[in-house]
């Protein structure tokens, strides 16, 4: 039997959400003094191909520049609790629509322009405008009906319908605030407001080097001046580079290779939760992937729970669904498709399809994928579906499967409440659903709590129902740091990495 998932997060509130009481494992119950060291290494598992998280697809850019860089209007703890950020305080109407905000006065970026309203509604009109890639577009920037700012530092959104989640959105990295002057070159040398900025031009395949910036924050609360982030994604270099001693911090290290390191008294393991929802991911516009009996039939065909022992070491869950055990009024959908390849093989049957059908599977240079593309393989081979594995690299994922050329992948979704991406149907996997579509714009226009409720059980089935995806795993996320390091985050609500909290003890 797998290890069980450590404890879930509370229900949601609108002020706190994913909130939930664990203690961060790696700080201490009594601070300890601090040491003179001032500098950390980092190593993350994929290189960004941008610096401007309202842009870029991938969770990899935020973070390298979220929290470090670029700031939002409010904060998401690792406790998963909104707090304030560039945004001081704010009150939210009776109709649940119209939120002012008050910002944070003395604000600059590190230019040394200053960051007012101006800013806030340029930002969010940029994520808007045409051509705009900006990956919280749904779920966030398309209900707002307008964006007012009566002075310099209020700024108040009009929402089309109230949103729960508004003020957790508005603390991930796609909602960050950028100055006019300095978005167009966001991608390549970001200027923001947060407490470090590069110390010198970004050179794709290099590391990247953050340097205090001149900031807002007061300056007991940043207490790391500078940090190197590298990004060794070799799977079998890894082991080597913390075994040199190179690294103060691996994120996100594969589960599977940690034995060594649990007995290595240089270092420290920490598991914790995660947004992660781990899936393989079907392209509905190539045939037969098309057909819900074929897709059922998959999903039935996978043993999900072997794929979690033998591949994420037993630290995960399994899931039936696009919403992780974290999520507030998350619904176990696991066993909607139990594993069963005696009734994957009738459905295909049913769906006229006939042993030796030939499929793609792309994979990103990550462990599960790597590691768990023989178990799918051998799974599906039972049921008479043959894969071709393409190892790609993360460049090639998000220029090919990510923009819709591929049969399977398997990939890992980790923003959190990111169900509107099945509302779009030019989305990679091609899924064009109607009535799912009414479904959320139902949840989105009700304010009664019970109903809400109702509506958010509903979004799940229904994505279960039409098996969208083979979605297969929870993950628990596990890092490496060396001992006497704190301040590192245990849980990952959001992926990022707040640097200015990390010190030497």
Known sequence: MPRAFPPLLPPLT??????????????PALAAAPSGRRHVTLNLTLEPDSLDPTMAAAAAVGEVVHLNIFEGLTRIGEDGRVSPLLAQSWQVDASQRRYTLRLRPGVRFHDGQAFNADCVRFSFARAVAPGSTNK????????????????PLTVVLQLQHPDAQLLFRLGESPAVILHPASA???????????????AGPWRRGQPIDLVRAPSWHPPAQVRMD????????????????LARGEIDLYFHYAVNTLQTLLTDDRYQVLFGNSSGKGLLALNHRRTPLGDVRVRRAITHAIDREAFIRQVLDGRG????????????????LAHQYPYDPERARA????????????????????????????????DLARVGITL?????????????????????????????????IYTDPQYYFG?????????VAQYHASVQPRQRQQLWAQLQRHLAEDAVNAWLFAPQLSSVLRKGLRGVWLHYPVYAHDIAAMWWE
């Open 226 to 241: 500078s940090a190197r982030l590298l990004f060794v994604t070799d799977l079998d270099q890894k082991p080597e580079v």
């Open 388 to 420: 071709q594995p393409q190892l790609l690299s993360w460049p090639q994922w998000l220029a090919g499967p990510f923009k819709g050329d591929f049969d399977m992948t398997l990939i890992n979704h980790v923003e959190p409440l990111d169900y509107p």
């Open 431 to 439: 899924y064009d659903s109607p009535a799912f579509r009414q479904r």
């Open 347 to 378: 459905l295909l049957r049913e769906a006229g399809v006939a042993p030796g059908l030939r499929l793609g599977l792309a994979l990103p240079p990550l462990m599960y994928a790597r590691s768990g593309a023989p178990l799918i393989t051998a």
């Open 184 to 198: 167009a070159q966001a991608a390549s040398a970001p200027v923001g407001t947060g407490p470090y900025r590069l």
């Open 14 to 27: 609108r002020r706190a959400c994913l909130a939930q009481s664990l203690a961060l494992a790696a700080a």
């Open 136 to 151: 919280a577009r749904k779920a966030l920037f398309d209900n707002l009906a307008s964006v007012e700012t009566p002075d």
């Open 317 to 332: 869950s399994a899931i039936g669904s696009h919403f992780s055990p974290v999520d507030p009024g998350y619904v176990n």
